[in-house]
């Protein structure tokens, strides 16, 4: 039990450098201008329509916090590290006075969704079939499918979608290509809502997928025909054990180890991918967000997804590294 | 080096595919210094025209010659993709070899950071980027931008190839020997580095041309010169899909994705010859 | 004079066993094992020695059916009595061979110390090797493998630890009574020991004679330490550069060692009170991919004569029980 919360500790610090490394880059960017970015702001904010007095003067003290410009430059630097632990981004400024916060609240469910289920299906099948081919070497059926996996794999996440986009919107129209469910329905609970939201999800999974099941089958591959000419495989094989349960229990449990990690490594690229994906769908997630965001000068909402995206994707490193001893009895031992 | 290049070109149709597809898209990224047209000109022919002589790929809505507009974009973006890897293979090679030699706590430390690179999501950080740098963001600071960010992965497998030669009985020998340390390392290390630097150069250009197609195509980078991701940018501002001028989007995307193939195919290829159960197959040339 | 090999559990006749590679346009042959012919009788130990890369690890790998390319069986035949059953090993379809795999015949690999599962418990190994085989409702299995664990003096606590939770002499003799718990008739053993510390090696050795008495069966034990194979093995056979070059009794070799390798290989070993030095033989084992002519052994040879760089030597019988393959040892000289 010692060993796990050592590992539990030294985890948690690296989660903790990594939110620190990446917010920081964040503060750094946002120095790069040497103009004063929060007057530019507020007056193209501003002149969205009549705002009072107030919610100016409230704008621009959120601002120049954000933006690190009040004080000296430790006191910049300790403004905004409070702001940005406590969540608090001030007011939108596209879609004032709403808080970044809630626009970002209502958004990541969305994309949380979608990161969850394209992740899981694509490292499932990835690994399932990659581990398949290596095994099964001859099969002319899982060769088909490498070449097929492979082939999508160097295409950006951008291009898949958009030709997802061309033809089952336009060439053949099936299926949705904005939004996340159907527009007029109400948000509940229920069948309708649910079978809504999974039809529009559709698309957006299924480029995501697309994209992201060559890696994990190349690898996975490659991993499992590394396994086969282990000692224990052969050992099992010799000992004319059944085919299947070496499959199983000694190559695909030992090749999976390492695409758990890869897994959390990949964290990063795969949630770069779902941006784009929300774009071209129109998908209300935060990528979808982020973007309006850029295009609508609103600084404070592009902070806010930046710095919640960071500690997103690292919590969610940390939650499958925390894991990881649960699936690899050495672990423990070190 | 060379003789690796020479025996993959013969043995490994992998690589030679790789290099048939790349040499043809440089061939057109060449053919942009007989471009009869400046990049940056527009209405210099008649616009809307589907692929015919003399404008074999079409025309496009801002009255620009598809082809020539495609040499000068992949060019472009060729090159784009090219500076990024140069300049963090410096990083990574750095980070990497530093790491791998000198093992403990250094080591350690390196490797912190260096996988909080790898687990922040530099996509929204280089929008980050483009929003405060606005007009004054120019393909160099783009550059420059991601080649600060992108070393992180590559870092690591240099690293673990600087490990595994640090500790091999070679390197003991060498160095009882009484070779100097930089002797030892450009003598007998680097034919093991220069292969993976290699492939993870081309896997590193196919990322940054990727992301340089995603930040243009959302109009996030400057959007005078001509590349690849610029092109299709214009393309959605012209709606030319609705309008029917697929032309000015199919061939940009198809040059990119043999791009992206080719290099891909470079890479695969380069990592499956320094396998060493491969190697130790071929030993005895 | 030949022993029939109607009794024999093992018989090897004319094996070759080569790896053929191409890959980057270089073709390679390399003749590990090159016409071998051997047997092994019931309750027996026939030890396999010689130096690294002499093709002893290949042959055994041969007769445990547990070669895969680009190791393949160019020639020659593999056969097994088991009981009143006979087999050819290469002429058995997957599935027959999967029936008598570790049932009649079982393998102790080179390297025992990495052929557990790491991800499991040892109590999986044996449910996966053997339950089959057993053929008895699971708590009877794992009473059975229990007790059979417990004559081998090994704690029956040991089949819920994960393999890197034991040590590496543990590990062995885990391996061996897996090895060993369905009974097989014959167990070929590669080098189990030579990872281990001495005194652990000691005791291992010890206990897979006490086995192989208890159970009867036949073995194939290989290693290049001499040492070893004086105490264990009944018969020994000595290879070199992939050619079997001398067989007999243990104690004949040792005593009358007749083939110049063997003799050398004997010579090498230390004996108390004994103060000259070792000598090491000049030269280096031949390229199996590109042997010389005639006898293997002719460039490092102190008796070579013409003959030897022009023929091959066959087997032949110097005794009832003693056979060697050297023109020199056949014309009666002196080893």
Redesign the interface.
């Known amino acids: 039990m010692r060993a796990y919360s050592l590992y539990l500790f030294r985890r948690l610090v ?1 989660f903790v ?2 939110v620190f ?2 917010v920081n ?2 503060y750094v ?2 120095h ?2 040497p103009i004063d ?1 929060v007057e530019q702001t507020v007056s193209a904010a501003t002149s969205f329509g009549s705002t009072s007095p107030e919610a100016i003067a409230m704008m621009r003290q959120s601002l120049r916090e954000l933006y690190g410009l009040e004080g000296g430059p430790l006191q910049q630097y300790a403004a905004f590290w409070k702001r940005v632990a406590v969540g608090d981004f001030g007011p939108s400024l596209s879609a004032f006075p709403t808080p970044v916060s809630q626009l970002i609240a209502r958004a990541i469910p969305w994309t949380a969704g979608l990161l969850t289920v394209s992740t899981l299906l694509t490292w499932v099948i990835g690994n399932l079939l990659g581990g398949l081919a290596g095994y099964y070497r001859r099969s002319a059926l899982l060769r088909f499918a490498g070449i097929l996996t492979m ?1 999508f ?7 898949v979608a ?1 030709v997802l986009l ?1 033809v089952f919107g ?1 060439v053949w129209p099936v299926l949705p290509i904005t939004g996340g469910a159907e527009m007029n329905l109400a948000q509940a609970f229920d069948t309708t809502y649910a079978g809504s939201v999974l039809v529009h999800s559709i698309l957006p999974v299924a480029s995501l997928v697309l994209v992201g099941l060559g890696g994990w089958f ?1 690898g996975m591959r490659s991993l499992v025909s590394n396994i086969v000419s282990e000692d224990y495989v052969l050992y099992a094989e010799l000992a004319g054990v059944d085919r299947r349960r070496i499959l199983t229990s000694y190559v695909m449990r030992n090749a999976l180890l390492p695409q758990v990690t890869g897994l ?2 990949s ?3 795969i ?2 991918g779902a ?2 994906t929300e ?1 071209v769908f129109g998908y209300p997630g935060i990528g979808f967000l ?2 309006g965001a ?2 609508a ?1 609103d ?1 404070s909402l ?2 806010g ?2 710095a919640v ?2 500690v997103a ?2 919590a969610a ?1 940390l939650l499958i590294d925390l894991l990881y001893p649960l699936l690899d009895p050495r672990v423990k031992a070190q | 080096m060379l003789k690796i290049l020479r ?1 993959l070109l ?3 149709r992998e690589f030679a595919a790789g290099v048939a597809l790349l040499s043809f898209v440089v061939l057109v990224a060449a053919a942009s210094f007989f471009s009869p047209y400046p990049a940056a000109d527009s209405f210099v022919v008649p616009p809307d025209l589907p692929p015919s002589w003399p404008h074999v790929l079409g025309t496009n809505s801002r009255g620009q010659d598809v082809f020539w507009q495609l040499s000068f974009a992949i060019r472009n973006t060729l090159l784009f993709g090219f500076s990024v890897a140069i300049l963090s293979r410096i990083i990574s090679l750095v980070v990497g070899l530093v790491a791998g030699y000198a093992g403990g706590m250094v080591d350690r430390v390196l490797m ?2 260096n ?11 280089l ?7 606005r007009e ?1 963001m120019s393909w160099a600071w783009l550059a420059l931008a991601m080649a600060a ?1 992108g070393w992180a ?1 590559d870092a690591r497998l240099i690293r673990s190839v600087a490990l595994s030669l640090r500790t091999r009985e070679f390197t003991q020998t060498s160095i009882f020997s009484g070779m100097s340390m930089r002797q030892i390392l450009v003598e007998e290390h680097l034919p093991y580095v220069l292969p993976i630097v290699f492939s993870t150069t081309m896997n590193n250009i ?1 990322w940054s041309i ?2 340089e ?2 930040l243009s ?4 980078t400057n959007v005078d010169t001509p590349t690849i991701g610029m092109m299709i940018y214009w393309a959605n501002q012209h709606t030319a ?1 609705v309008a029917g001028i697929w032309w000015w ?1 199919a061939f940009p ?1 198809a040059l ?2 043999m791009t ?2 080719g ?2 195919l470079l890479a ?1 290829s380069m990592n499956e010859y320094i396998d060493p159960r ?1 190697r130790l ?2 030993m ?2 | 004079m030949a022993p029939t090999g109607t009794q024999a559990v093992l018989t090897v006749e004319g094996l070759r066993a080569y790896y053929q ?1 191409n ?4 073709e ?1 042959e390399v003749r590990a094992v090159d016409d071998v012919s051997l047997h092994v009788n019931a309750n027996e130990i026939y030890g396999l020695a010689g130096e690294s890369s002499c093709g002893k690890t290949t042959l055994v790998k041969t007769i445990a059916a547990a070669i895969r390319p680009p190791l393949r069986v160019i020639a020659g035949s593999v056969s097994y009595r088991f009981g009143d059953r006979r087999v050819g090993l290469y002429d058995l379809d997957g599935k027959e061979l999967a029936e008598i795999r570790w049932k009649h015949l079982s393998y102790i690999m080179q390297g025992s110390m990495s052929v557990l599962n790491p991800l499991r418990r040892v109590r999986s190994s044996f449910v996966d090797f053997a339950f089959r085989h057993i053929g008895k409702p699971m708590p009877e299995f794992l009473s059975i493998v229990e007790t059979h664990l417990k004559r081998l003096h090994l704690e029956p606590s040991v089949l819920d630890a994960y393999p890197h939770e034991l040590s590496g002499g543990m590990r062995q003799r885990v391996t061996i009574a897996l090895a060993t718990v369905c009974r097989p008739d014959f167990i070929a053993a590669d080098e189990p020991t030579t990872a281990l510390d001495v005194v652990v090696q000691k005791s291992v050795l010890a206990m897979i004679r006490e086995t192989q008495r208890a159970m009867g069966a036949s073995m194939m034990f290989v290693t290049h330490d001499m040492a070893v194979h004086a105490n264990l093995s009944d018969r020994l056979g000595i290879m070199y550069a992939g050619r079997l070059v001398e067989e007999g009794l243990t104690g004949e070799v040792f005593r009358r060692p007749a083939h110049p390798y063997t003799a050398h290989l004997i010579a090498s070993l230390p004996r108390i009170g004994d103060t000259h030095s070792r000598e090491g033989l000049a030269g280096a084992p031949p390229n199996l ?1 590109d042997p010389p002519t005639g006898c293997r052994f002719h460039s490092r040879c102190p008796l070579a004569m013409d003959a030897c760089k022009r023929d091959v030597p066959e087997m032949a019988w110097i005794s009832d029980t003693h056979r060697v393959a050297c023109f020199a040892a056949k014309t009666g000289a002196p080893a």
């Open positions: 690296q450098l990594v490394i990446g880059i964040a960017v946002t790069a201008t970015p082939g794999h160097p295409i950006p996440y951008y291009i958009f061309i336009y190349m959390a490594m964290l990063g690229a949630f770069n941006i784009i774009q982020l973007v850029v295009h000068g600084y592009v902070l997804v930046t995206s960071i994707v690292s490193v | 025996d013969r043995y490994n912190s950071i996988d909080s690179f790898i687990v922040i999501p530099l996509f929204p950080i929008v980050l980027f483009y929003f405060v740098m004054r960010l992965y196919n990727g992301l197609v995603t195509v959302l109009g996030f899909l989007i995307v990119v994705v992206f193939i290099l891909f695969v491969s197959a071929r005895g040339a | 590679v890959t980057y346009g270089i390679r991919a």
